[in-house]
């Protein structure tokens, strides 16, 4: 499956943005999707992920209460609506999936190219 992220940009402390993540090559559905992202000088680490089904979903401590992670399978999309965004969320999102039913931090096969959202203070 190939994925293609975007929806990046420059906004300010307590805005609000929605990531885009549109899957082709697969079959959407069967797939477990997640975001992750990496802040300049850091690692890449996880955000938020939607199990096929869309039974459950999981969110970095940091994104609880402020990021919601969904998923519309006739559109063969994945979504990450960000809001309060502050400067420390500035960083490139990766959308990425695995072939399971079940959510993990870690372990994906596909990645997207990765857009970037910069917040400013």
């Known amino acids: 499956v190939q994925l293609q992220a975007s929806g990046g940009g420059l906004v300010q402390a307590g805005d609000s943005l929605r990531l885009s993540c549109a899957a082709s090559?697969?079959?959407?559905?069967?797939?477990?999707m997640a975001w992750f992202r990496q802040a300049p000088g850091k690692e890449r680490v996880f955000v938020a992920a939607?199990?096929?089904?869309?039974?459950?979903?999981h969110y970095v401590d940091s994104a609880k209460g402020r990021f919601t992670i969904s998923r519309d399978d006739a559109k063969n999309t994945v979504y990450l609506q960000m809001n309060s965004l502050k400067p420390e969320d500035t960083a490139v999102y990766y959308c990425a999936a695995r072939m399971s039913d079940t959510i993990s931090t870690l372990v994906y096969s596909y990645w997207g190219q990765g857009t970037l959202v910069t917040v400013s203070s």
């Open positions: 090559g697969g079959t959407f559905s069967r797939y477990t």
């Open positions: 939607i199990s096929r089904n869309i039974d459950s979903t």
